[in-house]
Structure formats: C-alpha cells, structure tokens
C-alpha cells in the first residue's frame, strides 16, 4: 500500500524499544513501554502557513501517545501533525 499524507502530516513507522537495559536486564513485554522514536516514511507538501521541517528517512522523537495508530503492509504506523514531533535525532 502506497500512502501520501496531506498538508503538514508525516506517517511515520516506530522504531522498536530496547529488549534489555543497559546493565543487561531483560525487559518483559508487559513492562514496555510504547516506543517513542520513528523513522519517517512519508511526508505531506506542507502549507502556506507551515513550511515541512522533516522528510522522509528522517528519525524523529515525538510524544507517547501522539497521532494516530493504524497497520500498514502488516506494521504498525502512526499518521501525525509536523507540530506533534518533537525533535529529529541527528546521526
């Protein structure tokens, strides 16, 4: 499925939660929390009063429960506003 956001939306794909801890603790599924991070997959046009800041490929951190969650190709998206993300994570 070929999807293409309007005006300032993004959809984007989170990234999986780390499975253990630093210390090397295993995190059961129950105690996990919803992943915060994502890569974009698609990106809208933007409008004339909101210039588009991300672009597809970018990874980005946005609130826990922002946009919408929806499958897509049998993996969990998320479809948001450009003002919901909170920052890009720079490599």
Excluded: N
Excluded at 5 to 22: F, G, M, Q, S, Y
Excluded at 40 to 48: F, S
């Amino acid at each position: 499925m070929k999807l293409k956001p309007l005006h300032d939306r993004v959809i984007i794909k989170r990234l999986p939660e780390e499975e253990k801890t630093a210390g090397g603790i295993i995190i059961p599924d129950s105690a996990k929390e919803r992943p915060m991070r994502g890569t974009v997959i698609a990106a809208g046009p933007g409008t004339e009063k909101v210039k588009m800041q991300v672009k597809k490929g970018d990874v980005v951190l946005f609130a826990k429960y922002a946009g919408t969650e929806f499958k897509m190709d049998g993996e969990e998206c998320s479809i948001m506003r450009q003002d919901e993300i909170l920052a890009v994570i720079e490599k």
